[in-house]
């Protein structure tokens, strides 16, 4: 996402949904980029999104606009959208990019075309990547740049356990199915 992005040192990135697995990664990364990170999480959740390395925390449902100045955001990280999307847009300054992976809270939001052709804005979608970001991605996790988040284990015979603690998003980061050397 921040490849396609082309996220900048010094650039502001607004992260959705920051204290899941890929949102946890999102911070990681565009720290090591130089930039300054403002996350969306459940409040719960705001100290491990700053000792990833956010800048700034707002509560998941809290309008934006009462946080962040209009026009103050030069790339929206969303793996999230639902009915707080216009407002991201709001936030992006012009010649911003929105990029996305995911729509856990709405895959349908409405976009009014005038602040995306007003602002010059790119809206990017995020599911491919070329070979070399995979293993960017890998050589930062074993030089210790970042690390990858993971929440809690489960034997793959408690998958539907995993299943039920995802649903209820009590924790930060991922979950993990072992299922190397298992009695099922």
């Excluded at 490849?3 to 949904?17: M, Q, S, Y």
């Excluded at 509560?59 to 790339?75: F, M, Y």
């Excluded at 929206?76 to 009915?83: R, S």
């Amino acid at each position: 996402m921040l490849e396609k992005a082309d996220l900048k040192n010094g650039e502001r990135i607004l992260i959705t949904g920051a204290s899941g697995g890929v949102g946890s990664a999102a911070i990681q990364l565009a720290k090591r980029r130089g930039a300054e990170v403002i996350a969306v999480s459940g409040e719960s959740k705001f100290e491990e999104v700053r000792r990833l390395g956010a800048d700034q925390v707002i509560a998941r449902g809290q309008s934006l606009l009462n946080s962040l100045e209009k026009d103050s955001i030069q790339v929206v990280a969303d793996l999230v959208p639902g009915p707080q999307w216009p407002e991201l847009l709001e936030v992006l300054a012009r010649g911003g990019r929105y990029v996305a992976s995911g729509a856990i809270a709405g895959p349908m939001v409405e976009l009014d075309v005038r602040t995306l052709y007003l602002k010059d804005l790119s809206l990017l979608g995020s599911t491919w990547q070329p070979k070399k970001v995979f293993e960017n991605l890998i050589g930062y996790i074993e030089r210790n740049e970042i690390r990858p988040v993971v929440a809690k284990k489960y034997a793959l015979r408690d998958v539907v356990h995993a299943q039920e603690d995802f649903m209820a998003k009590r924790f930060s980061g991922k979950l993990a199915i072992e299922v190397a050397n298992q009695n099922l």
